[in-house]
């Protein structure tokens, strides 16, 4: 299994990412997909959820409105579109397929202006 994250930087408050995940190594396409996120001195956190066939999604509070999950199957690739972009959100941001004890390297937001 591996997941390797991507598209992290440094952006101004207010700013936009989006963040890719390549997944391998197992049937992409059958899982529940993730992103979390854990800041400095603080806890895992799951940020969104995406189904496996890509209908229904979920969001912390604290993303709502902010953030989208989305999901290619043919690039074995889940994104997560952030706008509106705040401090708060500056974290290390992971993806996971849900029912796989296995996490990626992470890739860093900041979100400092």
């Known amino acids: 299994v591996q997941l390797v994250e991507s598209g992290g930087g440094l952006v101004q408050p207010g700013g936009s990412l989006r963040l890719s995940c390549v997944a391998s190594?197992?049937?992409?396409?059958?899982?529940?997909m993730a992103w979390f996120r854990q800041a400095p001195g603080k806890a895992r956190e799951r940020v969104a959820s995406i189904s496996s066939s890509g209908s229904s999604t979920d969001y912390a509070d604290s993303v709502k409105g902010r953030f989208t999950i989305s999901r290619h199957d043919g690039r074995n690739t889940v994104y997560l579109q952030m706008n509106s972009l705040r401090p708060e959100d500056t974290a290390v941001y992971f993806c996971?397929?849900?029912?796989?004890?296995?996490w990626g390297q992470g890739t860093q937001v900041t979100v400092s202006g």
């Open positions: 190594g197992f049937s992409f396409s059958d899982y529940y």
């Open positions: 996971k397929a849900m029912s796989l004890n296995f």
